[in-house]
C-alpha cells in the first residue's frame, strides 16, 4: 500500500496491486452511473450462464422492482456444471474441521458436482420440489454447503439458522416459512466442545410435526433417530445417482430465505431471487476481493448470515475460486487458530469481522507474528464499522502494510455489497468504507429528505435501480416491507436503517461514507444482527417482570452487548431476589432467541423514560450509557426517572443528573 503524501491515515493500491486487479481504472464508476441497468446486464452476462435470456432488465413498480424478466438460469449449475469442463479436479472447497488431530477435507468442482447432484436426489425421492421451504440448523460443514447448492438445483427455498440461535428460534422461522423439512447434524465441534443439535431439535420437530428431518452424523454421537420422519444424510444419498438436471428457475422465482432481525419483536423472511442475486454476488467477489483463478479465499462468516451465504458460498464457486471453511472457534487449540490456518493452506483473501479483529488481537501479537502470512493479499471487514485502532493493528499485524483492507458495507436486504473501495482503486481510510460499488447509487439524507453536505450525519438510502441483488421482499408480509424500508422518504427511496457521513472526498465523482452505524433499533452484537424488541418480547413473558427496555451497550470487543432495563411487579423483594432474576432473564432469552442474545448487563428500574402515549424513548437509554449528551428532553412524560437510571448506570456524561428532575 502507498500512503497518500498529503492526506494522513489515507493509503492507495501500490503498483503491484493495480495491475494484478480486475479493476483499477475509476472510470468505470462513471460509466455504470449513466446507465446502471445496462451495466447490471453486461455483467449478468459475463458473469453467469443463463438458460433463456431476458425480454427486459428491470421493471420498477415502487416499492417493487423485478430484475431480467423472463430469463431462467440455475445457481448450483453455475456454481459447478459450468466450470466442470476446464477445472473439474480444482478444488471448490477446502474444509478444516476444528478437532486438530482430525484430516482436512478437499472437495474438487467434480467431488461437489457429484455430491449435490446425490443429495438432490435424494431430497427428491422425499417428496421435496421447487418451491418447497427447507429449514438448515447446520454447523460449518462440507454438506451444508452440499445441502444448500442441492436446494438450489431442484429449486427448493433454504431458510438457513445459525446455530447459536435457539431450538424455539428454529420453531418460529420453521412455522413462518410453512417448512416442515429440516437438515441438521448431530452434533459439530466448537471450542473443544461437542456441541449437540439434533437431541435439542427432536420437541420442535414433534411440536411442528415435521415431515423429515436429515441428519448429518458429523460427530457420530448416535442421536435419537424416529422412524420414518428422520433419515441419515449417508444412507439417503448412497444409492442416488450423481446426476440430477438443474431446475430452471425464473426471475420471478425465489432462491432462498434468510430470516433477520428488524424493529419488530418478529424476524423478517428476507427473499431473495436467483439470477439477479447471483449477479450481484459473483461480480462484487470478483472485483471487491479482486478474485483470481488461483486464490484461496477464506471467510470466517457463518453460512447462517447472509455473509456466509454471498461470500463463503455462492460468490466464490461462481468465480470457479476455492473457498476455505473453518468448523470452530478462532481459538481452539490455541487463539492463532485462524492465523496457523492461513500460513498452512497459504490463503490470499481473508474475510473478518472487528470483532474477531478485536478479541484475537487481545490475546497478544505473539499469536500471529508466530505465523508467516505473507500469502495474504486482500483483506475484509464486515459487519459493523471497524474502528481506526483496530483497522491498524489488522493492516500492519495481519496485513504486514500490503494488503489493503475492504471495509465492505452491505445487508441481508441487498445481498450482496454496495459500499466499500476496490482494492485496485481505493482509497483504503481506516473507518471508512469507500465510495458505492459501481451500478449502486446511495445517499446520506437529513430528516426532511435532502442529502447532507460531508461531514453531516445523516440517514443512509438507496436509489433506483438499486442492485439486483436487493431483497425480493419479506415472506408474507408486504406490509412489514414497506414500513421497513419504504416509508422514511416514500417508496421510492430505501432506507437502510443505519446512519452515516460522507467525507470530503470523491471518487468516481461520489463521495466516500463513513457509516456510523444502527439508528434504528437493532443491534450488531459482535457483528451479529439482533432486535431489540425480539430481545424484549422474550423478556416480558417472565411474570416477575411488567416493563423492559433493551438497547445496545458498548463493548470494546462485541462493539455493543445488548443492556436491559427492566421493571418489576412491586411486590417482589429486589434486595433478596436481584440475582436470581438476572439469572432468569438471560435464561429466558437464551431459551427463545439463542446464546447469540444473551444480555451483558440487566438494571432494575422503577420506570423507563417515556413519550405521553407510554412508548418507550430508547434513544435515553442509549445516550446514558454512552456517557452522552441526552439533548431534548421535554418530550419525556416521566423525566424524573432519567435522575435514577443515570445513577444506575453510573452515567459520566455531559449533562448534570438535576436537569433532568425538573
Ligand atoms: C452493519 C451483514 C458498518 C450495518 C452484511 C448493516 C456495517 C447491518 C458494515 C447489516 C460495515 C454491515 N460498516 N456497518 N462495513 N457492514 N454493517 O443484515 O448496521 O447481518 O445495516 O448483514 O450490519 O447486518 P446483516
Same mark, same amino acid.
Given at each position: 500500500?502507498?500512503?497518500?503524501?498529503?492526506?494522513?491515515?489515507?493509503?492507495?493500491?501500490?503498483?503491484?496491486?493495480?495491475?494484478?486487479?480486475?479493476?483499477?481504472?475509476?472510470?468505470?464508476?462513471?460509466?455504470?452511473?449513466?446507465?446502471?441497468?445496462?451495466?447490471?446486464?453486461?455483467?449478468?452476462?459475463?458473469?453467469?450462464?443463463?438458460?433463456?435470456?431476458?425480454?427486459?432488465?428491470?421493471?420498477?413498480?415502487?416499492?417493487?422492482?423485478?430484475?431480467?424478466?423472463?430469463?431462467?438460469?440455475?445457481?448450483?449449475?453455475?456454481?459447478?456444471?459450468?466450470?466442470?469442463?476446464?477445472?473439474?479436479?480444482?478444488?471448490?472447497?477446502?474444509?478444516? +474441521?476444528?478437532?486438530?488431530?482430525?484430516?482436512?477435507?478437499?472437495?474438487?468442482?467434480?467431488?461437489?458436482?457429484?455430491?449435490?447432484?446425490?443429495?438432490?436426489?435424494?431430497?427428491?425421492?422425499?417428496?421435496?420440489?421447487?418451491?418447497?421451504?427447507?429449514?438448515?440448523?447446520?454447523?460449518?460443514?462440507?454438506?451444508?454447503?452440499?445441502?444448500?447448492?442441492?436446494?438450489?438445483?431442484?429449486?427448493?427455498?433454504?431458510?438457513?439458522?445459525?446455530?447459536?440461535?435457539?431450538?424455539?428460534?428454529?420453531?418460529?422461522?420453521?412455522?413462518?416459512?410453512?417448512?416442515?423439512?429440516?437438515?441438521?447434524?448431530?452434533?459439530?465441534?466448537?471450542?473443544?466442545?461437542?456441541?449437540?443439535?439434533?437431541?435439542?431439535?427432536?420437541?420442535?420437530?414433534?411440536?411442528?410435526?415435521?415431515?423429515?428431518?436429515?441428519?448429518?452424523? &458429523?460427530?457420530?454421537?448416535?442421536?435419537?433417530?424416529?422412524?420414518?420422519?428422520?433419515?441419515?444424510?449417508?444412507?439417503?444419498?448412497?444409492?442416488?445417482?450423481?446426476?440430477?438436471? +438443474?431446475? +430452471?428457475?425464473?426471475?420471478?422465482?425465489?432462491?432462498?430465505?434468510?430470516?433477520?432481525?428488524?424493529?419488530?419483536?418478529? +424476524?423478517?423472511?428476507?427473499?431473495?431471487?436467483?439470477?439477479?442475486?447471483?449477479?450481484?454476488?459473483?461480480?462484487?467477489?470478483?472485483?471487491?476481493?479482486?478474485?483470481?483463478?488461483?486464490?484461496?479465499?477464506?471467510?470466517?462468516?457463518?453460512?447462517?448470515? @447472509?455473509?456466509?451465504?454471498?461470500?463463503?458460498?455462492?460468490?466464490?464457486?461462481?468465480?470457479?475460486?476455492?473457498?476455505?471453511?473453518?468448523? $470452530?472457534?478462532?481459538?481452539?487449540?490455541?487463539?492463532?487458530?485462524?492465523?496457523?490456518?492461513?500460513?498452512?493452506?497459504?490463503?490470499?483473501?481473508?474475510?473478518?469481522?472487528?470483532?474477531?479483529? &478485536?478479541?484475537?488481537?487481545?490475546?497478544?501479537?505473539?499469536?500471529?507474528?508466530?505465523?508467516?502470512?505473507?500469502?495474504?493479499?486482500?483483506?475484509?471487514?464486515?459487519?459493523?464499522?471497524?474502528?481506526?485502532?483496530?483497522?491498524?493493528?489488522?493492516?500492519?499485524?495481519?496485513?504486514?502494510?500490503?494488503?489493503?483492507?475492504?471495509?465492505?458495507?452491505?445487508?441481508?436486504?441487498?445481498?450482496?455489497?454496495?459500499?466499500?473501495?476496490?482494492?485496485?482503486?481505493?482509497?483504503? @481510510?481506516?473507518?471508512?468504507? $469507500?465510495?458505492?460499488?459501481?451500478?449502486?447509487?446511495?445517499?446520506?439524507?437529513?430528516?426532511?429528505?435532502?442529502?447532507?453536505?460531508?461531514?453531516?450525519?445523516?440517514?443512509?438510502?438507496?436509489?433506483?435501480?438499486?442492485?439486483?441483488?436487493?431483497? &425480493? $421482499?419479506?415472506?408474507?408480509?408486504?406490509?412489514?416491507?414497506?414500513?421497513?424500508?419504504?416509508?422514511?422518504?416514500?417508496?421510492?427511496?430505501?432506507?437502510?436503517?443505519?446512519?452515516?457521513?460522507?467525507?470530503?472526498?470523491?471518487?468516481?465523482?461520489?463521495?466516500?461514507?463513513?457509516?456510523? $452505524? &444502527?439508528?434504528?433499533?437493532?443491534?450488531?452484537?459482535?457483528?451479529?444482527?439482533?432486535?431489540?424488541?425480539?430481545?424484549?418480547?422474550?423478556?416480558?413473558?417472565?411474570?416477575?417482570?411488567?416493563?423492559?427496555?433493551?438497547?445496545?451497550?458498548?463493548?470494546?470487543?462485541?462493539?455493543?452487548?445488548?443492556?436491559?432495563?427492566?421493571?418489576?411487579?412491586?411486590?417482589?423483594?429486589?434486595?433478596?431476589?436481584?440475582?436470581?432474576?438476572?439469572?432468569?432473564?438471560?435464561?429466558?432469552?437464551?431459551?427463545?432467541?439463542?446464546?447469540?442474545?444473551?444480555?451483558?448487563?440487566?438494571?432494575?428500574?422503577?420506570?423507563?423514560?417515556?413519550?405521553?402515549?407510554?412508548?418507550?424513548?430508547?434513544?435515553?437509554?442509549?445516550?446514558?450509557?454512552?456517557?452522552?449528551?441526552?439533548?431534548?428532553?421535554?418530550?419525556?412524560?416521566?423525566?424524573?426517572?432519567?435522575?435514577?437510571?443515570?445513577?444506575?448506570?453510573?452515567?459520566?456524561?455531559?449533562?448534570?443528573?438535576?436537569?433532568?428532575?425538573?
Amino acid at each position: 500500500m502507498v500512503k497518500d503524501p498529503e492526506k494522513e491515515n489515507v493509503y492507495w493500491p501500490s503498483e503491484n496491486l493495480k495491475e494484478k486487479a480486475w479493476i483499477s481504472d475509476a472510470k468505470i464508476y462513471e460509466k455504470a452511473r449513466r446507465d446502471p441497468k445496462a451495466f447490471w446486464a453486461e455483467k449478468a452476462k459475463e458473469t453467469l450462464d443463463w438458460f433463456e435470456e431476458w425480454e427486459k432488465i428491470e421493471e420498477w413498480n415502487p416499492p417493487y422492482f423485478n430484475w431480467f424478466i423472463g430469463s431462467k438460469t440455475n445457481l448450483a449449475y453455475n456454481c459447478l456444471d459450468r466450470h466442470l469442463e476446464e477445472n473439474r479436479n480444482k478444488t471448490a472447497l477446502i474444509w478444516e +474441521p476444528e478437532p486438530p488431530e482430525e484430516q482436512q477435507r478437499l472437495l474438487t468442482y467434480q467431488d461437489l458436482y457429484e455430491q449435490v447432484s446425490k443429495f438432490a436426489n435424494a431430497l427428491k425421492d422425499l417428496g421435496i420440489k421447487k418451491g418447497d421451504p427447507i429449514t438448515f440448523w447446520m454447523p460449518m460443514i462440507p454438506e451444508t454447503a452440499i445441502a444448500a447448492l442441492a436446494c438450489q438445483r431442484i429449486g427448493a427455498w433454504h431458510s438457513i439458522v445459525y446455530t447459536a440461535f435457539s431450538p424455539n428460534a428454529v420453531k418460529d422461522r420453521m412455522e413462518d416459512a410453512e417448512s416442515r423439512n429440516l437438515i441438521t447434524a448431530d452434533a459439530f465441534f466448537r471450542g473443544g466442545k461437542t456441541l449437540k443439535l439434533k437431541e435439542k431439535i427432536d420437541r420442535v420437530l414433534e411440536e411442528i410435526g415435521a415431515k423429515n428431518c436429515i441428519v448429518v452424523n &458429523r460427530a457420530k454421537t448416535d442421536p435419537p433417530m424416529k422412524k420414518g420422519r428422520d433419515h441419515f444424510y449417508n444412507e439417503i444419498v448412497s444409492d442416488e445417482e450423481p446426476y440430477c438436471e +438443474p431446475e +430452471p428457475i425464473g426471475a420471478e422465482d425465489i432462491s432462498f430465505l434468510l430470516y433477520t432481525s428488524g424493529t419488530t419483536g418478529k +424476524p423478517k423472511g428476507i427473499k431473495h431471487s436467483c439470477g439477479a442475486y447471483a449477479t450481484q454476488a459473483a461480480l462484487t467477489t470478483k472485483w471487491v476481493f479482486d478474485l483470481h483463478p488461483q486464490d484461496i479465499f477464506f471467510s470466517t462468516a457463518d453460512i447462517g448470515w @447472509i455473509t456466509g451465504h454471498s461470500y463463503s458460498l455462492y460468490g466464490p464457486l461462481l468465480n470457479g475460486g476455492t473457498v476455505l471453511w473453518y468448523e $470452530g472457534s478462532p481459538y481452539h487449540p490455541e487463539p492463532d487458530r485462524w492465523w496457523k490456518i492461513i500460513d498452512e493452506n497459504k490463503v490470499n483473501i481473508f474475510y473478518t469481522a472487528p470483532t474477531a479483529i &478485536r478479541a484475537l488481537r487481545r490475546k497478544g501479537d505473539e499469536w500471529v507474528e508466530k505465523h508467516d502470512l505473507k500469502s495474504l493479499r486482500i483483506l475484509g471487514s464486515v459487519g459493523e464499522p471497524i474502528d481506526p485502532d483496530t483497522w491498524g493493528w489488522f493492516f500492519e499485524k495481519v496485513g504486514g502494510k500490503r494488503c489493503p483492507i475492504v471495509d465492505t458495507y452491505w445487508q441481508t436486504e441487498t445481498g450482496g455489497i454496495i459500499i466499500t473501495s476496490i482494492p485496485g482503486i481505493g482509497p483504503f @481510510i481506516p473507518s471508512v468504507a $469507500g465510495p458505492a460499488v459501481p451500478g449502486i447509487k446511495y445517499d446520506v439524507f437529513d430528516v426532511t429528505g435532502k442529502p447532507t453536505e460531508p461531514g453531516t450525519s445523516g440517514k443512509v438510502v438507496l436509489k433506483h435501480p438499486f442492485g439486483p441483488g436487493m431483497l &425480493r $421482499g419479506v415472506h408474507k408480509a408486504p406490509d412489514k416491507y414497506k414500513e421497513e424500508y419504504w416509508s422514511e422518504y416514500g417508496d421510492e427511496i430505501y432506507f437502510t436503517g443505519d446512519g452515516g457521513r460522507k467525507i470530503d472526498m470523491e471518487i468516481g465523482e461520489q463521495n466516500l461514507i463513513e457509516i456510523t $452505524g &444502527r439508528i434504528d433499533d437493532v443491534l450488531e452484537v459482535a457483528g451479529h444482527r439482533l432486535g431489540t424488541a425480539e430481545i424484549e418480547d422474550a423478556i416480558s413473558s417472565l411474570a416477575e417482570i411488567t416493563e423492559v427496555a433493551v438497547v445496545g451497550k458498548p463493548h470494546d470487543v462485541k462493539g455493543e452487548v445488548p443492556a436491559v432495563f427492566a421493571v418489576t411487579k412491586s411486590d417482589i423483594d429486589l434486595e433478596r431476589r436481584e440475582e436470581e432474576l438476572k439469572r432468569k432473564i438471560v435464561e429466558i432469552v437464551r431459551k427463545k432467541i439463542g446464546p447469540v442474545a444473551t444480555p451483558d448487563a440487566t438494571y432494575f428500574v422503577s420506570d423507563v423514560p417515556k413519550t405521553e402515549s407510554g412508548k418507550v424513548i430508547r434513544r435515553f437509554l442509549k445516550s446514558l450509557l454512552k456517557d452522552e449528551k441526552l439533548g431534548d428532553v421535554t418530550t419525556v412524560s416521566n423525566p424524573r426517572c432519567l435522575k435514577e437510571l443515570a445513577k444506575k448506570v453510573n452515567y459520566k456524561g455531559p449533562e448534570k443528573i438535576v436537569s433532568f428532575t425538573t
